[in-house]
């Protein structure tokens, strides 16, 4: 006990994380078992070590944060563990990566109901489906979702300032007011393309190739995140990676479900199911019309964020193409996103119709009243015509 301690501290002590996430105040932290889900890369790890430097002192052996790699597992259960914890005055014990441990919500529920002063919060990959897949942490565990970096957090980050988050309906009513108190000090067309390119993922201020480091990151989502949570055999693996692959050249489109189980010579059952668990990863976005979803088949298939598009070769990055992905990754937290009837339009929440385009190019569209306009290469707006930028800053 007294190395993992050791570790705890050491990686508690090293921990600055360079931009302070929005969802550690959104955690109801006084719940006893709390699961935080998210694409790997996105920062899991560094958000449990600044949950433990932020709300408690140094030394303070009431908190552990262990990590469910560590070849110990191999031979002690969570639940045994836990319980050793807790005689040595445990209170908080933060697991990370708990998929890697057989069993794992079955021993969670052990903790919950053995150890009732004991909190657990857990991280977990994107693909897990906490309630529906483990019944037995139904009506106890909380989860939430750690995602990317926001382009308001990128800049916050890159300019040192503080900006705060908007709800789309103050975007939608005060665009014009907000983007006053914002462009005095600071100018986002300057950031933006730079976060479109490599902003959503936090590893990008590593001293390493983030291409290179993505693309790992990508073979990691559908070697263990795919794989090992959904128990598939790893001899379909490589229909799997030709199947994101053949979706992401392709663009942000309806998905010819035929051609591309013949392309991976599968059926189109396995077609559709393989392209749900990518979009459980976060490898990709599925966009339906109102009212319908999976499994019927989608109206566009695009990746989840525009950083992948620059990661996929040949490089698709048609401008118009990118921006929608931004948009539609933007809006993926809090909203609803389903494709209205045109290409570039988008209805949000069933009943708000965005469309994107560029801001060069308003002589060409005729303007609707009833649709809000994010537009591109500008960083202002006015009545129903909004910059895209600015839904960077819904989180």
């Known amino acids: 006990m007294d190395a993992f301690f050791r570790t705890h501290a050491y990686l508690v002590e090293h921990t600055n994380a360079p931009v302070r996430r929005g969802l550690m105040d959104e955690i109801n932290w006084d719940d006893r078992l709390i699961g935080i889900k998210g694409t790997r890369g996105v920062g899991k790890t560094t958000f449990l070590l600044q949950y433990a430097k932020e709300k408690f002192v140094e030394g303070d052996r009431s908190v552990l944060y262990v990590n469910m790699n560590n070849f110990y597992f191999q031979g002690k259960g969570i639940a045994e563990f836990a319980e050793e914890f807790v005689r040595r005055g445990g209170r908080v014990l933060l697991i990370d990566q708990v998929f890697k441990q057989p069993n794992w919500s079955k021993e969670l529920r052990q903790c919950y109901d053995t150890l009732p002063k004991l909190k657990i919060v857990f991280t977990g990959s994107s ?78 201020l590593e001293q390493r190739n983030f291409s290179e480091n993505l693309l790992k990151t990508m073979n990691m989502m559908t070697e263990v995140d795919i794989l090992l949570i959904k128990q598939i055999e790893l001899k379909y693996l490589t229909k799997i990676k030709k199947l994101f692959y053949l979706l992401a050249v392709d663009g942000p489109k309806a998905p010819n479900i035929s051609k591309l189980a013949n392309d991976i010579e599968t059926s189109r059952a396995t077609v559709m199911n393989y392209i749900k668990y990518l979009a459980d990863a976060r490898l990709i976005n599925i966009i339906y019309p109102v009212g319908e979803d999976f499994p019927k088949k989608p109206a566009k298939v695009m990746m989840h964020n525009s950083n992948l598009m620059y990661a996929i070769y040949p490089i698709q990055s048609n401008t118009q193409d990118v921006m929608e992905t931004f948009f539609v990754n933007a809006l993926w937290k809090d909203h609803t996103v389903n494709q209205a009837g045109k290409k570039e339009v988008y209805t949000v929440d069933g009943n708000r119709k965005f469309r994107i385009c560029d801001a060069t190019s308003d002589a060409k569209i005729k303007m609707n009243p009833d649709v809000c306009y994010a537009r591109y290469n500008t960083e202002v707006g006015k009545g129903n015509m909004i910059p895209l930028w600015l839904l960077g800053f819904l989180y």
């Open 127 to 204: 693909v897990m489906r906490l309630k529906d897949e483990n019944p037995e942490l139904n009506g106890i565990v909380k989860s939430y979702n750690l995602r990317g970096f926001s382009f308001r957090e990128f800049i916050n980050l890159k300019t040192g300032n503080h900006f705060h988050t908007y709800k789309l309906e103050d975007i939608l009513a005060n665009h014009e007011k907000i983007i006053k108190e914002i462009l005095p000090r600071v100018s986002p067309a300057r950031y933006f393309q730079d976060y479109i390119h490599h902003g959503f993922y936090p590893f990008f």
